[in-house]
């Protein structure tokens, strides 16, 4: 079975630039999960999918950040413009359904470096 | 708000021997899950081992157990037999009614 892919891995942009990120989560999770995680520390959500349906947005700065998970399979992430402070790796993950036991499968991540 | 808090920044240990990571949480939930992942450099989170909040018994996974004391809000990961490819970064997560909270990671080093 295939895991979550994610590209791209790397990306470096200048600020103010945009940049997005796609996901292709595991077939048949109906949840899919963006984090943010910055050097050194652990992951932080941005936003939880249902299907195609954003149930949990409350971290996703919306000034500049968007996402989209059209069809309920794949999603994309991104911001407009990037900052020096978006430099971090983003990954995406997928489960079956969130509950409190559910385990979440995680993809590599992309790698972002706002020069 | 959940927080998960991880005092061992770095960590290391021989080849064979074991190593134990520590982990509290502050939540006044009654139900939830308690998790290791691992992520080694390739950067991808493995589940290592979980916790449901109810289950007096600890959770083991062949050479992963965890001891999981409720009232003291502790949630610790014990390696044994380490291994050189259990080196890696290793998070305790915690899921509630919200969403899966994560400690700051503990860098786990193997030495050969």
């Known amino acids: 079975e295939a895991g979550v892919v994610q590209s791209p891995r790397y990306k470096i942009i200048e600020k103010k630039q945009p940049v997005a990120f796609w996901c292709n989560p595991i077939s048949g999770h109906n949840t899919l999960y963006w984090y943010r995680q910055n050097l050194g520390q652990g992951p932080e959500l941005l936003i939880r999918?249902?299907?195609?349906?954003?149930?949990?947005d409350s971290q996703l700065p919306k000034d500049r950040f968007s996402a989209e998970r059209l069809k309920g399979v794949d999603s994309t992430l991104k911001i407009q413009p990037a900052e020096l402070g978006d430099s971090a790796v983003y990954l995406c993950?997928?489960?079956?359904?969130?509950?409190?036991?559910?385990?979440?499968?995680f993809g590599p991540g992309t790698r972002l470096l706002v020069l | 708000a959940q927080t998960v808090t991880q005092s061992q920044p770095e960590m290391s240990v021989q080849e064979a021997e074991t190593v134990t990571l520590s982990c509290t949480y502050d939540?006044?939930?009654?139900?939830?899950?308690l998790f290791w992942y691992k992520q080694p450099p390739s950067r991808q989170m493995i589940l290592v081992i979980r916790?449901?909040?109810?289950?007096?018994q600890n959770a083991t996974e062949n050479r992963f157990s965890v001891n999981f004391q409720k009232a003291a809000k502790s949630f610790s990961l014990k390696i044994s037999d380490s291994q050189l490819g259990d080196a890696a970064m290793y998070f305790c997560a915690y899921s509630g009614g919200s969403r899966l909270t994560f400690g700051e990671g503990t860098q786990l080093t193997v030495n050969p």
């Open positions: 999918y249902e299907n195609e349906e954003a149930v949990d």
């Open positions: 916790q449901e909040a109810y289950k007096q």
């Open positions: 993950a997928s489960s079956w359904y969130r509950t409190l036991g559910e385990t979440q499968y």
């Open positions: 939540t006044s939930e009654s139900d939830y899950y």
